[in-house]
């Protein structure tokens, strides 16, 4: 099982970016798709949430409208796009999947996102 992301970087406030996280080795379509970030000193926040079916989402008050995930079940990937970036989504974005109703489930390293001007 591996969880690769990719697309992190440094950019500016105002800016967008495009995470994603390749999946292999589980049914990616029966799992549900999960984004977490941790900044320094901080805990573990979720940010946003894909279904396995429908494709329903949800997302942290802090991201709503800036940011939207998506996935695509015959790539085996899920996407964060991240607009109108600000300081404090500064993090590390891990990708995780889970199976529904379940817990823990496969993560990623992580890719680092820097806002900053």
């Known amino acids: 099982v591996q969880l690769v992301e990719s697309g992190g970087g440094l950019v500016q406030p105002g800016g967008s970016l495009r995470l994603s996280c390749a999946a292999s080795?589980?049914?990616?379509?029966?799992?549900?798709m999960r984004w977490y970030r941790q900044a320094p000193g901080k805990a573990r926040e979720l940010v946003a949430v894909?279904?396995?079916?429908?494709?329903?989402?949800n997302y942290a008050d802090s991201v709503k409208g800036r940011f939207t995930i998506s996935r695509d079940d015959a790539k085996n990937t899920v996407y964060l796009q991240m607009n109108y970036l600000k300081p404090q989504d500064t993090a590390v974005y891990y990708c995780?999947?889970?199976?529904?109703?379940?817990?823990?489930?496969?993560w990623g390293q992580g890719t680092q996102v820097t806002v900053s001007s």
């Open positions: 995780n999947a889970v199976r529904p109703y379940n817990s823990g489930g496969y």
């Open positions: 080795g589980f049914t990616f379509s029966g799992y549900v």
């Open positions: 894909i279904s396995s079916v429908g494709g329903s989402t």
